[in-house]
């Protein structure tokens, strides 16, 4: 069995076995609550969740997974790929912290100066 789809809200699962039932897919939901009555309290999309425990569902027979992927994409869903953070932050180009203007550098090196000629003439060298 493999992951396809996980979703905090069970409609959703719902829904993605259905559709994938009409394709003659075979599929397994993990997770599903076990009373049938409505969720009250409602899935919360800005909190941080377990998606470990979020309803999912798994596909029964690996060479029907190809097909189910294709059917998520035609319907606009990115199937669920293992390590997605992980090759989001590999595919992402490495960007070099932008080079600092001159006016900012030169603003630092003549407060420096002002700094140190105070700095001799409370010395009493200058």
Not at 8 to 16: A, D, Q
Not at 39 to 60: E, H, L, M, N, T
Not at 96 to 105: G, I, Q, V, W, Y
């Amino acid at each position: 069995m493999r992951q396809i789809f996980a979703s905090p809200r069970i409609e959703n699962v719902e829904r993605i076995v259905a559709v994938l039932g009409e394709a003659g897919i075979e599929t397994r939901v993990t997770n599903r609550r076990a009373y049938a009555g409505h969720d009250y309290k409602g899935p919360s999309y800005s909190a941080k969740q377990d998606q470990s425990r979020w309803p999912a569902v798994w596909i029964v027979n690996a060479e029907d997974q190809p097909r189910a992927r294709a059917i998520l994409r035609d319907i606009g869903l990115a199937p669920a790929t293992r390590f997605a953070d992980e090759l989001a932050q590999a595919r992402e180009p490495k960007t070099l912290p932008p080079r600092m203007a001159l006016a900012p550098k030169l603003r630092i090196v003549l407060i420096g100066a002002i700094v140190l000629l105070i700095l001799l003439r409370y010395v009493g060298i200058y």
